[in-house]
Nanobody
Framework: QVQLVESGGGLVQAGGSLRLSCAAS???????MGWYRQAPGKQRELVAS???????RYADSVKGRFTISRDNAKNTVYLQMSSLKPEDTAVYYC??????????WGQGTQVTVSS
């Protein structure tokens, strides 16, 4: 059984910060972990990802403002979001890819940035 539990979303003013967490209860070996987001009327997009070895990748729109990290011992991935903008408002989803290649998604957490 695979379960991803996300936390840390909420309402914040523009310029503020939030930290998202995603803990994976999983018996398989995890490869990559990442965060995606989906705003109303838009497609889901990659925000940031991190490999098992710690290599990171960011969307251009969040570079310099967001930082992804992970704790392999806890199967947990974090997203530190700073200098938030109203356009960052979306439902944020955690994705975990196991070594066999299968993807698992969290239920999503709402992030709302007010202007």
């Amino acid at each position: 059984q695979v379960q991803l539990v996300e936390s840390g979303g909420g309402l914040v003013q523009a310029g503020g910060s939030l930290r998202l967490s995603c803990a994976a209860s999983i018996t398989f070996s995890i490869n990559a972990m990442g965060w995606y987001r989906q705003a109303p009327g838009k497609q889901r997009e990659l925000v940031a990802s991190i490999s098992r070895g710690g290599r990171t990748r960011y969307a251009d729109s969040v570079k310099g403002r967001f930082t992804i990290s992970r704790d392999n011992a806890k199967n947990t991935v974090y997203l530190q979001m700073s200098s938030l903008k109203p356009e960052d408002t979306a439902v944020y989803y955690c994705k975990t890819t196991i070594l066999g290649g299968a993807d698992f998604w969290g239920q999503g957490t709402q992030v709302t940035v007010s202007s």
